[in-house]
């Protein structure tokens, strides 16, 4: 929309007030009030916005690694620009307009730390070979009959499911939680993040949820506002989410899995299809399978971004141990899907879990199927069995955060897919995340230790 349509769609729609912000490398949505005078202003010329948002961690602690920001740069303000294409109106919030922005440096170049960036220069990489990268998300999530108050009273355990016991695709339990459900479609379907289904997942209070297809980019919008939305809309009900990979050591994870195709660039052939194919693949989509196969332990830092990521990667909890692929085989760290019909044909990036930032996996798993595409790789075979099982070929992915930071750090292809600057910013964060995980005494140490040694 132009200014003058914006403020026309503000008026009769009797917008008092705006909330713009963006996210930062942990997947958090930053952001702040303005008035509409404000808005309408920043929307022709950006705004500044502290850039302490990427010289912290999750839980707002200062890097002491930081080179884009930092005590030595004086946190100056970066330049945001606000993305008239991503302005929703969430009916809960009826007289407020929010809307995401990108992040730039004084020099007028994109920020080396903005996610939403670092999707863009992937998506562009495709525009330019002719490519409409196309993508969806879908999240496992775990939903309790808690409030931040007693998330912190309780220091986050034992806390009260939704529903108990073990209800995967329950048509009881939605049920007996349909107003809640119900919030939940409809609110999306207004917020213009339409979902495919909404099911209960195999565990005590825990669902699935599949967004619909589309631009990468939208489809990354979509899926980082349907976890930030998603806690609003839960917290209405006197209920908490969490996105966690595994909250609990006793329960499945939450995965996290992302969908991508590539199409021409009018959007109407899907270029991953070969009907003369007996797997229905393109030479095309084989190469673009091979560069992710080829990436995925490199990567795996922007996949699995946390310590707790790591919990999930053990037999036995549908996460892949190795960097594999397969034909509509689950265990496999890539899981093609070939039908039914041409416009089906896609992969599915099944290492991730529901704690990433939708900007970069797909950033990072869509620039590796690319590399795969310039480099003009051919993929290993496909795994038909239990991709995790004993004697199975491919690479193993890295089992620690301090092992993939390494690994992503030291990776030339990991710098050719995401750019030196973003990369090296990346790696420090996550030595801190590490370096902050060494510092802290867990209750397992408690209970394992501190009356027997």
Not at 57 to 74: K, P
Not at 138 to 160: G, I
Not at 217 to 240: S, Y
Request: aromatic share 12%; with cysteine.
């Amino acid at each position: 929309m132009q200014l003058d349509e914006i403020r026309k769609t503000f008026a009769a729609r009797g917008i008092k007030k705006a909330k713009i912000g963006g996210f930062d490398v942990d997947g958090v949505l930053r952001g702040k009030y303005v008035s509409l005078d404000k808005f309408y202003s920043v929307l022709e010329k950006g705004f500044g916005f502290c850039d302490v948002i990427f010289g912290w961690d999750i839980t707002d602690q200062l890097y002491d690694n930081a080179q884009v920001t930092g005590w030595h740069s004086g946190y100056p303000d970066a330049n945001a620009r606000i993305d008239p294409s991503t302005i929703r109106f969430y009916r809960h919030e009826p007289d407020t307009a929010h809307a995401l922005a990108d992040f730039y440096t004084d020099d007028d170049n994109a920020h080396p730390a903005c996610p939403r960036n670092v999707l863009r220069r992937v998506e562009a990489r495709a525009e330019a070979a002719g490519y409409r990268a196309m993508a969806s998300c879908e999240f496992e999530f775990w939903v309790f009959e808690e409030n931040p108050a007693s998330l912190h009273e309780k220091r986050f355990a034992d806390l009260t499911p939704i529903s108990p016991g073990m209800f995967g695709y329950s048509w009881v339990r939605q049920a007996q939680n349909a107003d809640f459900l119900n919030d939940v479609i409809d609110t999306f379907s207004d917020y213009r993040i339409p979902l495919e289904a909404v099911h209960t997942e195999t565990g005590p209070g825990v669902y699935e949820a599949a967004l619909t297809y589309s631009d990468a980019l939208e489809a990354a919008d979509r899926a980082a506002l349907f976890k930030t939305t998603m806690k609003q809309i839960a917290h209405r009900h006197g209920l908490a989410v969490t996105f966690m990979a595994k909250f609990s050591s006793d329960l499945p994870g939450s995965s996290g899995h992302m969908h991508q195709s590539l199409w021409d660039s009018t959007g109407e052939t899907n270029l991953f299809s070969d009907a003369k194919d007996p797997d229905g693949l393109s030479a095309l989509a084989r190469s673009y399978i091979a560069g992710q196969v080829a990436l995925a332990p490199a990567l795996t830092a922007i996949y699995a971004p946390f310590i707790n990521s790591y919990k999930r990667y053990v037999p036995g909890l549908w996460a892949p141990l190795t960097a594999s692929w397969g034909i509509d085989n689950r265990t496999s760290a890539i899981r093609v899907i070939n039908g039914p019909g041409a416009s089906a044909v896609r992969a599915e990036y099944r290492q991730t879990a529901a704690d990433i930032n939708p900007y970069l996996a797909l950033a990072a798993s869509i620039g590796a199927g690319l590399y795969g595409i310039d480099h003009g790789l051919t993929p290993p075979p496909p795994v038909s069995g239990d991709a995790t099982a004993d004697g199975v070929t491919g690479e193993a992915l890295p089992t620690t955060l301090s092992a993939a930071a390494r690994m992503f750090s030291e990776s030339e292809g990991a710098r050719e897919v995401l750019g030196e600057a973003f990369v090296d910013h990346y790696a420090r964060t996550r030595d801190w995340e590490c370096r902050e995980h060494q510092k802290a005494v867990t209750d397992w140490e408690l209970a394992r230790y501190f009356e027997a040694v």
